[in-house]
């Protein structure tokens, strides 16, 4: 053992010497970037063009957010500060620990404070995300916008949300399942009837969506002004029926399903004040009876009501404050058997201020713990302290990397008709959304991916009027019949009459999806040329517009994309973000693909060229030609399987061309088989072929060895790259070819 | 104990059972199973081929210097102050390697470690820690900075 120790030390050093800086796939460096604080990724998003949106990676987000502690809690509060400006507000993130040692730090702390504008209030903080809300003076409209703190990036003002009477009850919520905030309004509809409506808004879409109301019981009222949000529901205190019958109860709305129900409060809860807060991860009930007993429950099991449980009972008599305040508890920590509640009161003062404004005061008035074998023990700590603090909202959350991410979904809907745009963004599997097909005198179709067949999106038909719109909308047309949208990937396609007149257009989704490339970057390493086939749809041009950024970006070559419909890197003249640095030419004409393949070679001297849907035999021979250079070539065919290529005449030179052999008898008789034979004529311009059954299921052939198999009638050995239930990527070595079914 | 038999040609017939591997620079190095179990990779095919374990196991991606690195981390129990040792190539290369052979734990440890690295590090150091290029003009690069002048206090010296 010793002596090989020191044989392998020898070559310790040589090993060292020669290693490279080595390639690190996107998924490991999440392993690392899910660690730093979001401070520090910010600053990172300086490194590189890609890290400045790689730091906003879906993945990156779900993964910091995993792994962010939720120990601490954090306060946020709004003050105002400066003597006279109106609009100088500011957002503190603090604890409830610091509030408590020296509350004035907590207000005063202007040199950490978020500067925001005035008149906006908390509605709710979900992930660390703050969701703030402001009504417009005459109070008949109300508008948000999201505010991430850790990455202080804001959302534009949302579109407003109209109010006939009274107040809208907000809350503010997040989908798990489809990675989707969702702000809810309950908002009355109706001045006479008090007719209550609920409205929901996505971050990033750009309308309130009205929620259908079941015919059966709906809340008369909801008391609560701030919903809270607990196991992927929103909570409110609402009534039921009204005089005699009126009762009291949660109303709980499913953020994902976009569905209500009702649980119970506690039996002895009635007659009374009531609100809702989330403490120690379980919904909780704070109650105030005729200003005589505070009671606060808390729900261990939530929607289970034997659960609720009583954890405090003050008699108001304790309480050294006036009796017109309302008490909040602001934290709730449980400490062995110990047990603190803090309350935290807001009054305002009628004492107006030289300058006109109103100064809002604060009382911390009571610390109170609770040791389950002491009577209660009150810590009376009156100090009026006269702090600017506007209002309070708290989280269990902690500071995250929460983006406020818009998918390119609006420039979309920007071309269909506006009746469609509710029941696209409403669609729950909006994000799996491939395609939309308007064809004159039919429904208009959504089709999602995973989904056998369409989805009718209203049940009147396509009219004349909508296409010339959409056309109008969507601009110049190729000869192709193709158009794209300026800044995204989404790609139009017509259908023309025979006179020329648009009948039919199909509206496919661009993503810049990314996060494929772990299937195949050890290959990319081998520098050699790959083909990709597979049924339209399965993610070939994703995979080379990100193969194109991994090249350039990472690998540092010098990559040129041929983009013959502009679908790698998108429509109009800057190319998508998501190729990174490659170059990218456009082709005026497709039938030109082949001449401007040779003029990226002879001009741009390019290490690598991506080209699409390789399909004449005249760009089949510009590959040889590319590939006899000795540069790299990464495109796509049409066609499923190796064999369809083999036996298409204009394609089979990407795979070394087929030649029919006449053999000797004696030759014919030693094989066994005809005299004549076919043969692969010349080496395959590209070495691998990989062959994408679905999206995360793909074949890896070596050209040479597998087109020979194939023509002498035998399975070649393949290798299978595909995705275990944990997304991790499995390669399965010299599997035979036949026995790969998907 | 172990030492001294694993130089045995009948290792496999010995209590501790060991597993040749066969790293990216043609090099053997027989491993004990406990460590072998770490990595999924090797761990699956062993469970399910239940092989002579005499033959090499291939392992293109890790070479014989990081495979070294690896055993004694995990010998050491994850050992903080070894890594230390580590220059930033050995560090990127173990967090790689562990990530190609499915080492839950080691890809935790290294991952943290690099985090901790870097928590403070300026954009400059990143750049030369990853082998990025900077493609930002010195236009752009100087607006991000302006914008998030926050982001930039408190650094490390690099």
Known sequence: MDSEKRMRGSCDAAAVAASVCPFIPDDVMMEILSRIPVKALMRFRC???HWSSFVFHPNLVKLHLQRSSKDNPILYTISEYGEYDDDAHSLHLSSPQRLLQNPPSVVYDHANGIPILSNYDIVGVCNGLVCLSRMHNDLDEIWVRFWNPATRLSSEESPSCYIECGCAKMAFGYDASTDTYKVVAAVMSDAKTHRIELRVLNLGDDCWREIARSSDDFPTEISQTKGMFLNGTLNWVAELGTGESKSYVIFSFDVAKETYTFLTLPNVVGEGFSELGVFGGCLCLYHIYRRESFTFWQMKEFGVHQSWTLLMNINYKYFQFPRYLIPRPLCLSADGNILILFLLFLVNIQSRKPNGSYELLV???MAASL??????????????????????????????LVHNDHDDMQALLQILPSDLHHNLLGQPNRSQLLEVVLDLGRFPEARYLGKHGGHYLRNTEVTVKELEYAEQAVGEFGEDNRAGIEGTLHRISAIR??????????????RAITGQIDMIYDLLQYGKSILFVGRPGVGKTTVMREIARVLSDELHKRVVIVDTSNEIGGDGNIPHAAIGGARRMQVREPSMQHRVMIEAVENHMPEVIVVDEIGTEMEAHACRSIAERGIILIGTA?????????????????????????????EAR?????KTILERKAPPTFDFLIEMRDRHYWLTHQTDKSVDMLLRGKSPQVEVRKRDEKCKVVVEKSKAYDKCQF | MQKTEGEESKAENEEVKQVTLMTSDGVKMKVEISIVYEMEIVRSFIEVNDADHSVPFPLPNVSSHTLDLIIELVKNEYDDEFMKTFSHDELKEVLVAANYLNMKTLLDFIATAIANLLEKKSVEFIRNFFNIVNDFTPEEEAEIRKTNEWVFQDLDED
């Open chain 1, 47 to 49: 490194v590189s063009k």
């Open chain 1, 638 to 666: 049409h066609g499923q399987k190796l064999e369809n290529i083999i036996k298409n005449p204009s394609l089979s030179d990407l795979i070394g061309g087929i030649e029919t052999v006449t053999l000797g008898d004696a």
């Open chain 1, 670 to 674: 030693a094989r066994n088989c005809q």
């Open chain 1, 371 to 400: 040791s389950l074998s002491l009577p209660w023990n009150l810590k009376a700590a009156t100090t009026p302290l006269s702090l600017k603090l506007k209002c309070g909202a708290f989280s269990e959350g902690t500071c995250c």
């Open chain 1, 363 to 365: 009382f911390i008035s």
């Open chain 1, 497 to 510: 009459s025979r006179n020329g007149h648009i009948v039919g257009l199909t509206c496919r989704v661009g």
